[in-house]
């Protein structure tokens, strides 16, 4: 995975984050840290039908967030995905690390594990609250 | 310099030669120290003191050998004024709880300083709370140096305990402990240094600083893992509890009672870390070789380099000293527009080693007013051709980023 680490769709999602903001009135948010680091997020979900995020469909997100060029770039990967229909409540919780590297068309090595993960797990625990 | 003798040297990281630069982590180790270990286990091992037999012989000769060679290294007075530990972090809670335990007391005063590595700091702050003691702290000048005019303030009839690290492992800073220990002194508190920056990177004499604690990390000094050293003046070691108790910290056992083993070994319960401190030995030799005044020279014209060549950069922010002559061995520094840790991946795709973080040094960061920082460290192997691959790496990563 030589170079291969920032590809033009990180660099680009990190440049530009779709999706970044507030979301008014959401129904569900959560926040993440990595305190290895220091990155942060916050999202912002609207959910419609069915407590607790089950039978739900995610309706909007945003999301606020600090860190790395990796953790940004996913977040709004994931952002994009579920504004654009492609990505629904059931398969977000059970979504892995190589589920990530497939959409960032990268592979990621142990010690960056966290900076991918910290959006998918701030989007999880949103809708388990 | 002396390049040969570290064997990992030669290893490739993602088809690029290895350029070490976290030193300040953990430092690589020299041939001799590898061998040293090796051949305890090869020839010598057993287990050390009352063994009649030759080989426990051989071993406690080794053992104790290494203990002498500390004592040289930082002109202790005594021998057993140099206690073996797991690491810098476990010489530090030795001391605090044990002579912490004793002898600090409600409304007593701890002062440490805005520059603290974590485990000088969180044992303090237990100890404290525990206490009800309070936690003061010496700070920051605008240079990154600590402000000695505060001192005076700072340090109070109530201060019992005074404890800093010699250099800072984010900022470089190298603090004038020798002044702020006849501060303390005069006001009757005691001195604990952090050195675990300072081994084998500037030469240390505890007797000419009069520090009644010095702490070093062996691994930070050429030598392996999980071996330390606490030095502590002889009677304030002698009025210490045990640390840890159980083997070979004793003298007698009874049912309901015991007696302590005379120093060092009162302080060391358990069968000893005998192979690292071997090693430890070993990475003294190294350094003695290779003389510190020769590493420190090197270390200085290596820092040089690296500021002015990081500072031709724009875009970087460099926290520490801004003169090479009061710092040493590590420059922490961030890149505008590129994360600290997007930084070190790029950087170790081009087989360069730095780390990221906050160097187990948050409240500092705070002070800094960032999360995190990039910060490249430096020992006698590292080279201008190290710095270079550095600077082009850094360029590389600003270009891809900010393009």
């Known amino acids: 995975m030589q170079q291969k680490n920032y590809s033009q769709i990180v660099l680009d999602h990190y440049r530009n984050p779709r999706n970044f903001g507030k979301l008014k009135e959401p129904t569900h948010t959560a926040e993440e840290v990595n305190p290895l680091c220091g990155d942060e997020i916050k999202v912002y979900l609207r959910v419609k039908n069915g407590k607790n995020g089950k039978n739900g469909k995610i309706e909007d997100i945003r999301y606020e967030a600090r860190g790395c060029a990796l953790s940004i770039a996913v977040a709004s990967i994931l952002a994009e995905r579920i504004v654009n229909r492609e990505l629904r409540i059931e398969e977000t919780g059970k979504m892995e690390k190589s589920d990530i590297e497939q959409m960032l068309g990268i592979k990621i090595s142990p010690a960056r594990e966290s900076c991918i993960l910290l959006s998918l797990n701030a989007i999880n625990k949103a809708l388990s609250s | ?403």
């Not at chain 2, 070490?20 to 287990?47: G, R």
């Not at chain 2, 600590?146 to 800073?173: D, F, P, Y």
């Not at chain 2, 950069?313 to 922490?332: C, H, L, N, Q």
């Not at chain 2, 460290?377 to 850094?394: E, M, P, R, V, W």
């Open chain 2, 1 to 403: 310099m002396f390049n040969s003798n570290f064997p990992i040297l030669k290893r490739k990281i993602n088809g690029r030669r290895l350029v070490y630069l976290d030193n300040a982590s953990t430092t690589q180790k020299p041939q001799n120290v590898i061998l040293a270990m090796t051949d305890f286990y090869e020839h010598h091992n057993a287990n050390i003191h009352r063994g009649i037999h030759t080989l426990s012989q051989e071993a406690t000769q080794m053992y104790e050998g290494a203990r002498d060679k500390v004592q040289k290294f930082i002109n202790a007075k005594y021998r057993e004024e140099i206690i073996f530990t797991s690491g810098a972090t476990e010489a530090i809670n030795l001391v605090v709880w044990t002579w912490g335990h004793e002898n600090i007391k409600r409304g007593d005063e701890i002062l440490l300083t805005e520059m603290e590595h974590h485990s000088n700091l969180v044992p303090w702050q237990i100890l404290a709370r525990k206490k009800g003691a309070k936690l003061k702290f010496i700070p920051l000048n605008e240079t990154w140096n600590l402000k000695l005019e505060t001192l005076n303030k700072l340090i109070t009839r109530r201060t019992k305990m005074v404890a800093l690290t010699h250099i800072s492992n984010v900022l470089g800073t190298i603090n004038p402990v020798e002044k702020i220990i006849k501060a303390a002194h005069k006001k009757g508190a005691m001195v604990l240094i952090d050195g675990a920056q300072a081994g084998g990177h500037i030469s240390v004499d505890v007797q000419k600083l009069g520090a009644d604690f010095y702490v070093l990390s062996g691994h930070k000094m050429y030598g392996p893992t999980g071996v330390g050293v606490l030095y502590g003046r002889k009677e304030i070691l002698e009025n210490m509890p045990p640390y840890q108790s159980g083997g070979h910290m004793i003298r007698s056992v009874d049912w309901q009672n015991s007696t302590w083993n005379d120093l060092p070994w009162k302080l060391e319960a358990g069968t000893a870390n005998i192979a690292d401190v071997i090693g430890l030995g070993a990475a003294i030799d190294f350094i003695n070789k290779v003389g510190l005044r020769a590493v420190k020279n090197h270390e200085l014209r290596i820092m040089n380099y690296v500021l002015r060549e990081l500072g031709k950069i724009s875009g970087i922010e460099i926290y520490g000293p801004e003169s090479g002559k009061d710092r040493i061995g590590v420059i922490s520094f961030n890149a505008a527009g590129v994360p600290p840790h997007d930084l070190a991946s790029i950087l170790d795709q081009r087989g360069i080693a730095i780390r990221t973080g906050h160097h187990c040094a948050m409240p500092l960061h705070r002070k800094l007013g960032v999360e995190s920082t990039a910060r490249a460290s430096f020992a006698i192997y590292n080279t201008k051709s190290d710095i270079d691959a550095l600077i082009k790496g850094i360029k590389y990563a600003i270009q891809l980023f900010c393009s």
